[in-house]
């Protein structure tokens, strides 16, 4: 019997302790996800390069493994004002702070220390894979009438894979996204001037690094460099000039409002980011449109962007 792809289930939890399986379980901790890739074994081989009397491989020693998991799910609010979506411990293990204000709003941000971590669980078939250590980096990905995303990429600290009874996932707390569209997503502008918006990305920009010494094997987030892509229309330059501001290294306003629901509204903004030069022009539709660039920068600290959920 094959084992099927599609027959999958992801479980991830935020560990207590670094590295120490957190033993997620299905009707707690199951992820809701789509277009997930898995690299079970990563690491180096060291060579043995030893002189023998004769030719041929020698084989070699596997060190430092770790694993990576990729996928992405649909950024939907969890419905209820103050309450964190299913996705929160996700975000979280990518160097981000979760803040609540009980029915009022849940706010997430960058931090720079106390960066927390996963146990990931992922069967396929009957096969089990586990993530410990778990850390990773995340692009928000919003485009006209399509599902706004949140991509992830973890790296985490390896596990013998084995067959393992599978759980029964409970995935009510994920609700149902809605389409990035002139009526969901009622708010993009940059600097306070209202732009017709194609495309939009915010790239965490996490640098993840697996370290494996002689007493201490674990994987960092040792820096993040965020980024924001967007393809809006063109307009006159007396309206908006991002040549100009590029060329001042001006920081300008960024914000992002996709819901209109209370307890369903998300809202990316990032105070002071730096336009960044244009690439070019695009046609679309014999429309102009630019594709820009800007890099969220902070002002106090760990203040580039937030992205409030209320």
């Avoid at 289930?9 to 890739?37: Q, S």
């Avoid at 928000?140 to 067959?163: C, D, K, M, N, V």
């Amino acid at each position: 019997m094959p084992v099927f792809w599609k027959n999958k289930i992801l479980l991830a939890k935020i560990e207590a302790a670094y590295g120490t399986d957190a033993a997620p379980t299905g009707a707690a901790n199951a992820v809701l996800a789509t277009d997930v890739t898995l690299s079970p074994m990563e690491g180096n081989d060291v060579a043995r390069n030893l002189d023998l009397p004769w030719f041929g491989s020698q084989g070699s020693v596997a060190v430092d493994l770790h694993a990576k998991l990729s996928f992405k799910v649909e950024l939907a609010p969890s419905g209820t004002k103050g309450t964190p979506p299913a996705w929160g411990p996700l975000l979280r293990a990518c160097g981000m702070a979760e803040v609540i204000v009980a029915t009022t709003s849940v706010t997430y941000n960058p931090i720079s220390s106390g960066f927390e971590s996963l146990s990931l669980h992922l069967w396929v078939g009957a096969t089990q894979y586990k993530l410990s250590g778990a850390r990773g980096t995340c692009t928000l990905r919003l485009g006209a009438s399509a599902i706004p995303y949140l991509e992830f990429e973890f790296t985490g600290l390896f596990s013998q894979p084995a067959e393992g009874a599978r759980p029964t996932p409970t995935l009510t707390s994920w609700k149902a996204p809605r389409v990035a569209s002139t009526l969901n997503t009622p708010t993009f502008t940059i600097a306070g001037t209202a732009m017709v918006l194609r495309s939009f990305a915010l790239a965490m920009g996490n640098a993840i690094e697996p370290r494996f010494l002689i007493g201490s094997e674990s994987v960092l987030i040792t820096d993040h460099a965020e980024t924001i892509e967007a393809t809006v229309e063109a307009v006159p330059l007396t309206t908006f000039n991002p040549y100009a501001l590029a060329a001042t290294g001006s920081t300008v306003a960024v914000s992002l409002v996709h819901g209109t629901t209370a307890g369903a509204i998300a809202t990316i903004a990032a105070p002071a980011a730096q336009m960044q030069r244009p690439a070019g022009l695009e046609n679309a539709q014999n429309i102009v449109e630019w594709p820009l660039r800007l890099v969220p920068t902070p002002t106090a600290g760990n203040d580039q962007w937030t992205l409030a959920l209320t």
